[in-house]
């Protein structure tokens, strides 16, 4: 952690200098000519960003055609809310429960079975 926090300031404090130097050298033209790519990229990548926010997943979903689902399909999902709100209810599985003998002292059941 130490280490990239020295790296980091290291980094900072040479283009710090370098900036100063430019400028100092060559004058506000040089740093805004240097820095002219800088600001190109970040205005492209907002202006993507804000087109991808603009795009059929995103909003109100106004755009997005309404599809109206088919009456087996409506029936099915009815049945699932008649079956949700009859919480006494339990539900048949196809499977049982096989009583272990964990505990017990039984010599008529086989070791491995």
Same mark, same amino acid.
């Given at each position: 952690?130490?280490?990239?926090?020295?790296?980091?300031?290291?980094?900072?404090?040479?283009?710090?200098?370098?900036?100063?130097?430019?400028?100092?050298?060559?004058?506000?033209?040089?740093?805004?000519?240097?820095?002219?790519?800088?600001?190109?990229?970040?205005?492209?990548? $907002?202006?993507?960003?804000?087109?991808?926010?603009?795009?059929?997943?995103?909003?109100?979903?106004?755009?997005?055609?309404?599809?109206?689902?088919?009456?087996?399909?409506?029936?099915?999902?009815?049945?699932?809310?008649?079956?949700?709100?009859?919480?006494?209810?339990?539900?048949?599985?196809?499977?049982? $429960?096989?009583?272990?003998?964990?505990?017990?002292?039984?010599?008529?059941?086989?070791?491995?079975?």
């Amino acid at each position: 952690m130490i280490r990239h926090a020295l790296i980091f300031w290291i980094s900072i404090i040479l283009g710090v200098y370098g900036l100063v130097h430019g400028v100092t050298n060559f004058g506000f033209w040089w740093l805004f000519m240097q820095l002219l790519p800088t600001f190109i990229l970040v205005g492209l990548l $907002v202006f993507a960003y804000r087109l991808a926010m603009k795009g059929p997943s995103y909003g109100s979903g106004g755009s997005r055609p309404k599809v109206k689902p088919s009456q087996k399909t409506m029936a099915k999902v009815a049945g699932v809310r008649k079956a949700q709100a009859a919480p006494g209810k339990r539900k048949s599985y196809p499977f049982q $429960v096989i009583e272990g003998s964990k505990g017990k002292n039984d010599d008529q059941m086989p070791k491995y079975h």
